[in-house]
């Protein structure tokens, strides 16, 4: 059994900055494709960004150049950096992965860009 627990989340102003982390414990055998996630209200869950099967990174059109995402294999966690914050970034923020051929969903953290 595998738990991800994402933490970082709150209220910053736009143009702000915040970290986001992952953390998945349990029997963690492999993690795969691990990625971030972000849903709005009355939006559907899009992904925000995520590892390739080559390990390079794929970043959502809307983040690029401003959120920086990384794993850290050691310690089964994974980061994101969230620069240049906008108020469209308001959302859950959702870390999730494969463990073993099944999806693994933390339960979200809020992120709330305001003035």
């Known amino acids: 059994q595998v738990q991800l627990v994402e933490s970082g989340g709150g209220l910053v102003q736009p143009g702000g900055s915040l970290r986001l982390s992952c953390a998945a414990s349990?029997?963690?055998?492999?993690?795969?494709?691990m990625g971030w996630y972000r849903q709005a209200p009355g939006k559907e869950r899009e992904l925000v960004a995520i590892?390739?099967?080559?390990?390079?990174?794929k970043y959502a059109d809307s983040v690029k150049g401003r959120f920086t995402f990384a794993r850290e294999n050691t310690e089964n966690t994974v980061f994101l950096w969230m620069n240049k914050l906008k108020p469209e970034d308001t959302a859950v923020y959702y870390c999730?992965?494969?463990?073993?051929?099944?999806?693994?969903w933390g339960q979200g953290t809020q992120v709330t860009v305001s003035s």
């Open positions: 999730g992965a494969e463990h073993l051929g099944r999806q693994v």
């Open positions: 349990g029997t963690v055998i492999r993690l795969n494709a």
């Open positions: 590892f390739n099967t080559d390990r390079t990174k």
